[in-house]
């Protein structure tokens, strides 16, 4: 580990997992101490190699921090506010974090990608413009949208806009599949549900309902001590789940079975982890009313007591119905999360 003066990082997530991050920064990387937490983002300071942040699972991407303006005003007049303090911004300290991962020209080219929430007088493009002069200004650095060599990240979030370099080169959730499904899971997610399973060396685990695989392998990739079950009910989507655990070597079995009725004793699993059909691309709401209830009593069935159940679907109401009126499972904890425009919520239930 390199010793040195910690440097001040953030990292972007699923809105609504910020305190799963944060929880896996700090057991990941003991180094590191989060500092502050906001929507869809986790702020820490950290004195070791960069290359051990980006094996981080439940994150979308990396970025050193640049600096953090908490003075925005919504007319369009403080878009020469933000000119002028990226042109008297030192991005040095944030190109040698980068340089520990990726060579850099001496000129290099980059672009800004502008994020707006909030109610301005301006737009995404004008922040990302606003910006990007002001770092031309201090820099003469060419501006290349597409084949750049630095990625500076400007969130505007009401009053304060966030600053950043990305240090990830590949969003982090396109992993753990070589094929997938429309209602494929981010598998920055189903890592988040893997370490909401508190996972354990030896165990086995069902995933009942497993489309193109993603919670399996993620649980593989996790700890590959695991014995692992991936069922689902139709033929061309355990296909997908096949050529994805072939490609990425997860000692899966596979089981062509419907979730009400598994093929499996009693107890026969310690987690199970689901993405359930939303009703939206996978079945449909009058579908999941007869379905939730049973897969549900199912799941409670396969699962030892003392078990941990991770359950993500967007039918709230339906799915709190169907636990309800199952005594075994006390549900522990429920995350609201923020994923391409849906709202699904996370259950981690135990059996009791
Ligand atoms: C939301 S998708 C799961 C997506 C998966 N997590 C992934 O990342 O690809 C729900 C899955 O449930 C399966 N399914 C629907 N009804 C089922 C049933 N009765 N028994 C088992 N699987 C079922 C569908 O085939 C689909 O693959």
Redesign the pocket.
Known sequence: MTAGAPSHFYVTCVGGLEGVVAEEISQRTPSATVTALAFGRVHFVYAGPVAQLLTLRTIEHLHAHIAVLETVRPERAWLSELQAALAATDLQPALELMQQVRELPAKPSFRVTPIRHGQHEFTSPEIGAAAGAGIVERYGWPVDLEGYDLDIRVEVRDAVAAVGLRLSEEALHRRSRVV??R???NPTV?AAMVRLSEPEPGETVL?????????ITERYQHDPQVRLIA????AE?LALAAENFATLAVPARLLR????ALPLRTGAADKVLC????GRI??NPRLNRR?YPP?LTEIARVVRPGGIVVLLTSERRLLEQSLSRLAELRLARQLHLHVGGLQPTLYVARRL
Do not use: E, I
């Not at 993405?275 to 939303?278: F, I, S």
């Open positions: 997938h499904m209602a494929s899971l189903a995933d009942p309902m497993t489309g193109a695989g993603t919670l069922s689902d009910l139709y989507k079975s419907d979730a009400r993405n359930l059909p939303w996978v079945a379905l897969v």
